[in-house]
């Protein structure tokens, strides 16, 4: 179902800008949109991840299984980040169609797509978080929605002046980061950012785990 609504608003997107208003051959707003609709989709899925193990009574299970706390995130991590490349690798038919009418810059939709895949892994390490907290999915939403608008914060402020604390926050500020691989450019410094970050939070989770096997 999920992967439906999401084809279905790529649908919109692709009619709206190849065949509609815009009548552009540009992808990168087009990922960029939809890269907006993966930013709630993909979070809503990883609160699920351990906040059902603790709703259903499986989590001590879980717990008391032969693997590690990390093997525990990694795992489940790497659950969502398979299910998103594959809804994301459908998206690749878009641009396989236009280019029998028109030129494509294959480097711009690759550096796109690559952009939607490490915004994937670093809200989903903030969705495995959010529900490493709480067994509440309510709950775990928005505290994976209050990182996620803490680093729009960042964006938005990182903007407003030339300061040296402004270009310390663009070195912080997701947007700067993932609208490098929209604009078709993909850098050394803005993959790590989303490694880092996502490594981050999946450590961050498995030590809230492990706080819990201590109890």
Do not use: C
């Amino acid at each position: 179902m999920v992967i439906g609504v999401y084809l279905i608003f790529s649908v919109v997107m692709f009619h709206f800008y190849f065949l509609g208003a815009k009548n552009t051959s540009d992808f990168t707003y087009f990922f960029s949109e939809l890269n907006t609709v993966a930013l709630f989709i993909i979070p809503l899925l990883a609160i699920r991840l351990l906040s059902e193990d603790k709703k259903l009574g499986t989590y001590e299970l879980l717990l008391t299984s032969p693997v590690t706390p990390w093997e525990i995130v990694f795992g489940k991590f790497m659950g969502v980040i398979v299910f998103t490349m594959i809804a994301d690798t459908i998206l690749l038919v878009y641009p396989v169609i236009l280019m029998f009418f028109t030129t494509i810059e294959w480097g711009a939709v690759i550096a796109g797509y690559l952009g939607i895949l490490f915004s994937a892994m670093l809200f989903a390490s903030i969705g495995m978080l959010a529900s490493s907290l709480t067994d509440n999915y309510v709950v775990a939403f928005l505290i994976a929605l209050l990182f996620i608008l803490m680093f729009f914060f960042i964006s938005y402020f990182s903007n407003s002046s030339d300061s040296a604390f402004s270009g310390i926050l663009r070195e912080i500020s997701y947007s700067n980061h993932y609208f490098q691989f929209a604009s078709g450019l993909i850098k050394i410094k803005d993959i790590l950012f989303f490694i880092f970050g996502s490594f981050l939070f999946l450590y961050i989770s498995k030590t809230v785990i492990e706080s819990g096997t201590w109890k």
